[in-house]
């Protein structure tokens, strides 16, 4: 039986990929381990887990930009590289994958000092700074835009694609509806925030709420801490994030407002549903969200609106513009190569395990 550890937290995007790629290794009868933080995301999502084992070790972020925590943050990775090197040197894995965020960094050290092969995954068009730190120490770097590969060691890239948890088609509209007490009549727009929710956005949509509930039913995924108890109009639920019930939500779904995150929009890609992308603004992030944007509207499968440019009319304008263009950004999805590369990515695991 082959043994591998992933890694990867911080964000759900920084998840998602592990999650696909669990049920392909379970099924290939792999042993499998995680690394994680102790209060990230990722262990709500990963530690509940069946045949799963789930180690939290002590992380810290790694900023572009002055915060007081830059003076303690790299003691608090220095301690979690000595954590994850005694885990692999206990748990002897074949091979290491990592998904990014900065719990990724210590463990893609470790693998390297334990002289463990390892692969990592970047989503976004150009390499996020965990990603980047980890870099030497990979033996393969997959991505998902071509436009990556410049970024990359000639001989390290591997276009990848998408990748796209199984169980998200799996889904019944029926049952989505039913989840959230919504009818049959009305179409049903999905509001995404992030792991983290998103303020401005949250606000905004909130604001709408009354009079877009005239025509649509809206489901609002506002993020940890961010429920409006508030809010009571029919055809309006919010929750902080789901896990079982997201597949049936999707199935549902008419419409999605969302940030702009690589992994959630090629699902959303994948499973042919219309989106309007809100990215991270240049004031809260390295603008990758923007690129993954511009690209999507490029393609023509989503329309895209700068937080800074964000008001109720305008968005209201945006919701009504692309419901009713609904089918053109199905047809352009339709036409789009785009593909599933789960076997593709378990091939390189196969291939580079214990090389």
């Given amino acids: 039986m082959k043994r591998i550890l992933l890694t990867g937290g911080g964000s759900t995007g920084h998840v998602a990929v592990n999650l696909a790629l669990i049920p392909h290794l379970k099924r290939n009868n792999w042993e499998i381990h995680y690394i994680g933080s102790h209060n990230g995301i990722e262990r709500e999502l990963i530690e509940p887990l069946e045949d799963v084992q789930y180690y939290p070790i002590s992380t810290g972020k790694l900023r572009r930009y002055f915060d007081v925590n830059n003076f303690k943050d790299p003691f608090k990775v220095i301690k979690g590289i ?207 969200q923007i690129q993954n944007a511009e690209s999507f509207e490029k393609q023509g499968f989503a329309e895209v609106i700068q937080e800074d440019d964000l008001t109720e009319e305008g968005l209201e304008d945006l919701i009504e513009k692309t419901y009713e263009n609904r089918s053109k950004y199905r047809k352009n999805m339709q036409r789009s190569e785009q593909s599933n590369p789960l076997e593709k990515l378990y091939g390189l695991l196969e291939e580079y395990s214990r090389r």
């Fill in 82 to 288: 000595g954590q994850a090197y005694r885990i692999l040197r206990k748990v002897k894995p074949d091979i290491v994958f990592s998904k990014g965020g900065f719990v990724s960094v210590p463990v893609m050290l470790a693998s390297k000092l334990n002289r463990t092969p390892s692969i990592t995954h970047e989503s976004d068009m150009s390499p996020g700074l965990a990603n980047k730190i980890s870099m030497p120490f990979a033996s393969k770097i997959c991505v998902t835009f071509p436009e990556t590969l410049k970024h990359l060691p000639e001989d390290k890239g591997v276009l990848l694609g998408s990748i796209v948890r199984e169980e998200l088609h799996e889904g019944t509209r029926r049952k989505g509806l039913h989840f959230c007490d919504f009818t049959e009549t009305k179409p049903v727009i999905l509001v995404m925030g992030g792991s983290q929710g998103a303020k401005h956005v949250n606000e905004t949509i909130r604001k709408l709420a009354p009079k877009l509930t005239q025509k649509y039913q809206i489901v609002h995924l506002c993020g940890k801490g961010k429920v409006d108890d508030s809010m009571n109009i029919r055809g309006y639920r919010q929750f902080e994030y789901v896990k079982e019930e997201l597949p049936d939500i999707l199935a549902m779904t008419d419409l999605v407002v969302t940030r702009a995150g690589s992994n959630s929009i090629y699902e959303f890609l994948d499973l042919e549903i219309p989106m309007i992308l809100i990215p991270l603004p240049l004031s809260q992030s390295r603008g990758d």
